[in-house]
């Protein structure tokens, strides 16, 4: 079955950077689009970033020119690059990709996401 599991969060001072890993695992055949999200506390989760297999990318207002989301193919792991990072960007973040997959003799396209990795930012 297939597994997304992030890395790289942690407790950094604002103005710091942190960069956020999150790697696919399991029999895949294809990954589309991969994206970050995020959930603060008493709040909804919200769109951080996405990107497609081609490329293409899209970034919520909060974060553009200070978040850089990128994707490796080869590895099928996806990367969120945090830059200039503030206290309000506290929040536990989420991977999320729609995958392909080949399980049992079918092939299968589903939504996955990971278990999350906190990222604290202390003002």
């Known amino acids: 079955q297939v597994q997304l599991v992030e890395s790289g969060g942690g407790l950094v001072q604002a103005g710091g950077s942190l960069r956020l890993s999150c790697a696919a695992s399991?029999?895949?055949?294809?990954?589309?689009?991969m994206g970050w999200y995020r959930q603060a506390p008493g709040k909804q989760r919200e769109l951080v970033a996405t990107?497609?297999?081609?490329?293409?990318?899209n970034y919520a207002t909060s974060v553009k020119g200070r978040f850089t989301i990128s994707r490796d193919n080869a590895k099928n792991t996806g990367y969120l690059q945090m830059n200039s990072l503030k206290p309000e960007d506290t929040a536990v973040y989420y991977c999320?990709?729609?995958?392909?997959?080949?399980?049992?003799?079918?092939?299968?396209?589903?939504?996955?996401w990971g278990q999350g990795t906190q990222v604290t930012v202390s003002s």
């Open positions: 999320n990709a729609d995958i392909t997959s080949d399980y049992e003799g079918g092939r299968y396209e589903d939504d996955y």
């Open positions: 399991g029999s895949i055949f294809s990954i589309y689009a």
């Open positions: 990107i497609t297999s081609g490329g293409s990318t």
